[in-house]
T-cell receptor
Framework: DTGVSQDPRHKITKRGQNVTFRCDPI?????LYWYRQTLGQGPEFLTY????????KSRLLSDRFSAERPKGSFSTLEIQRTEQGDSAMYLC????????????FGSGTRLTVV | GNSVTQMEGPVTLSEEAFLTINCTYT??????LFWYVQYPGEGLQLLLK?????DKGSNKGFEATYRKETTSFHLEKGSVQVSDSAVYFC???????????FGKGTTLSVSS
């Protein structure tokens, strides 16, 4: 297993465009988390899934953000009508009971909105 | 709500100096506590963790003790190396498998 994979690594988009990021968790991990990290700050929780069910969403997750995990494997995070304030690193992590809920993070997708 | 507060950085030390990075938390119940490290250009890596009061987490010469009476989880290392230069994040999880709540991070810079 190669760990948590995120794609793309970098994304530059114009304000107002929609973007979608993908996260492939460790295959046996049933929990998947999305975080956002801006420069000089710690990661901020956005949402998490157990299998295909979205269990919790942060108030940071505005209506322009949507996340899915349709078959309980990979997940996508979509941002509609991007704004400059959306520029950040988007991190994905996964965990499972078998791993004693140890969180493994991906390398992130860096979004720049111009 | 749950939160983590860690000391402001940057922390600048000479090689072999003693390191302390303070971390305090606010949480209901009995959270698990973590230290994560982010080396330049790399992703977040778990450094150490503790799941109950008085537990000591340790790894790579770093250690931290879960102090419920002072709601603290300070990170220490007796002799830092240049390779320890990174950003260190304190975090908590209110329950098994729930989302991590992170502090803002402390940048450590070690010079030879």
């Amino acid at each position: 297993d190669t760990g948590v994979s995120q794609d793309p690594r970098h994304k530059i988009t114009k304000r107002g465009q929609n973007v979608t990021f993908r996260c492939d968790p460790i295959s046996e991990h049933n929990r998947l988390y999305w975080y956002r990290q801006t420069l000089g700050q710690g990661p901020e929780f956005l949402t998490y899934f157990q299998n295909e069910a979205q269990l919790e969403k942060s108030r940071l997750l505005s209506d322009r953000f949507s996340a899915e995990r349709p078959k309980g494997s990979f997940s996508t995070l979509e941002i509609q009508r991007t704004e400059q304030g959306d520029s950040a690193m988007y991190l994905c992590a996964s965990s499972s009971r078998a791993s004693n809920y140890g969180y493994t993070f991906g390398s992130g997708t860096r979004l720049t909105v111009v | 709500g749950n939160s983590v507060t860690q000391m402001e950085g940057p922390v600048t030390l000479s090689e072999e100096a003693f390191l302390t990075i303070n971390c305090t938390y606010t949480a209901t119940g009995y959270p698990s506590l973590f230290w994560y490290v982010q080396y330049p250009g790399e992703g977040l890596q778990l450094l150490l963790k503790a799941t109950k009061a008085d537990d000591k987490g340790s790894n790579k010469g770093f250690e931290a003790t879960y102090r419920k009476e002072t709601t603290s989880f300070h990170l220490e290392k007796g002799s830092v190396q240049v390779s320890d230069s990174a950003v260190y994040f304190c975090a908590l999880s209110a329950g098994a498998g729930t989302a991590l709540i992170f502090g803002k991070g402390t940048t450590l810079s070690v010079s030879s």
